[in-house]
């Protein structure tokens, strides 16, 4: 493959984030104080630098699990296009009759957003495309969505009682749902994401704060390396919309930013990304693969009653819109109880006393799950 860049440069930029992202102080387990509440010292972390590294979330056992269902999802990949109905094997392709199409695939090592008007225009400037190897595919799979339906072992992440007390810590106990995807970065092939802000609509919002657009939570189920994953720019949710073009026109047109620290994880190991900092992702022309179960949450007083940006244009989040979506919440915390009988699971608060409602069985897999995510909250 060509590099559009001088590749000694660029390890030189990956060694020197890398070294600079395990330098901080905002990497390690998860941990409570004496009251049971998030310890101070990780919100301190978090809010300072806008993201905040969690080692070791799933153990073994788990994360095997994760991997194992996780592949076998890929493998059911429409092929060789979007287009396909089929997977490689010939098999019909998961999830081609729901209302959404779960598949976003792109030509390998391509920007598929960067400096187009998609997704409302965030993603400014387009990132540089090398020129994948000539036997590549002519398209992979990059983003999976609508994951609470597609995977069981995702489905008992969402529902992991620490990561939900960590959402109640940063976001209020009535905080709500975002979106539940994959991120896919195959080695060699997996595409970029051009840099960019998740949050859209608050920019201009009298009471704007640095958390008012949530935050995502990213599993790292192989890992995650300065060549094949995110990285951010510190600080950057406290700054308001950033004029990205500008940065890199400073830089000479280079996207490798100066001051951006890439999310180092080990298999197991889960990051918090506010919404607002400024990130975004190279061209995976590594030898490793990045697959990230990505989710995340909103303030209820964020998205009550305005006008989204996913689930189609003009979507009104209004109070029965907010709790449908939100029992999938409940839905994941049985599912999770259910399958990991030693822990104690975590009380939704909108939803406390409902627990029979949201048993997880075959019903509520239809009456909930099944295409959950015409109902996603995107601000």
């Known amino acids: 493959m060509t590099l559009d860049v001088g590749e000694l440069s660029t390890k030189d930029y990956y060694a020197t984030g890398q070294e600079a992202a395990l330098a901080m102080n905002n990497r390690g387990p998860i941990r409570f104080a ?13 809010w300072e630098h806008g993201f905040y590294v969690f080692e070791n979330v799933v153990d073994g056992g788990e994360l095997a699990e994760l991997q194992v269902e996780i592949d076998a999802l890929l493998e059911r990949a429409p092929y060789p296009t979007k287009r ?34 998609l997704l409302n225009g965030r993603h400014q400037v387009k990132m540089h495309e090398p020129t994948p190897d000539s036997d590549a595919p002519a398209e992979v799979p ?11 072992a995702f489905l008992r992440v969402y529902g ?25 970065k195959e080695p060699g092939l997996g595409p970029s994401v051009a840099w960019h802000q998740d949050g859209q609509i ?26 094949n994953g995110v990285w951010v720019m510190p600080g950057s949710h406290t700054s308001g919309k950033v004029d990205i073009k500008k940065l890199v026109d400073q830089n000479d047109g280079d996207q490798r930013l100066p001051g951006a620290i890439p999310l180092v994880c080990g298999p ?12 975004g992702s190279f061209p995976n022309t590594s030898p490793d693969r990045r697959v990230t179960v990505n989710f995340g949450f909103h303030r209820y007083s964020s998205v009550i009653n305005q006008h989204g940006m996913l689930s189609g244009e003009g979507s009104f989040y209004d109070e029965d819109y907010v709790t449908e979506r939100c029992r999938t919440i409940a839905l994941a915390i049985d599912a999770r109880a259910q399958h990991f009988r030693d822990e104690t699971p975590y009380v939704y608060a909108p939803l406390a006393g409902q627990e029979n409602q949201h048993r997880y069985c075959p019903e509520t897999r239809a009456s909930i799950l099944r295409n959950y995510n015409r109902r996603d909250i995107g601000i």
């Open 142 to 152: 990059f983003l999976v969505s609508g994951c609470l339906e597609l995977s069981e």
């Open 160 to 184: 992991h009682p620490d990561l939900l007390r960590i959402a109640e810590a940063v976001n209020g106990p009535d905080f709500t749902p975002f979106n539940e995807v994959l991120f896919v």
């Open 202 to 227: 608050h920019w201009d919002n009298p009471d704007w704060n640095p958390g008012i657009h949530g935050f995502n939570f990213q599993l790292q189920l192989w890992g995650s390396t300065p060549g």
């Open 34 to 46: 004496a009251d049971g509440a998030v310890h101070p010292d990780i919100l301190a972390a978090y």
């Open 84 to 117: 396909s109905t089929i997977d490689k094997q010939g098999r019909p392709a998961l999830g081609i009759d729901f209302e959404i199409n779960p598949w976003l695939m792109t030509k390998p090592l391509s920007d598929p957003w960067g400096g187009k008007s």
């Open 268 to 279: 197991g190991d889960l990051t918090m990304t506010n919404r607002q900092t400024l990130h």
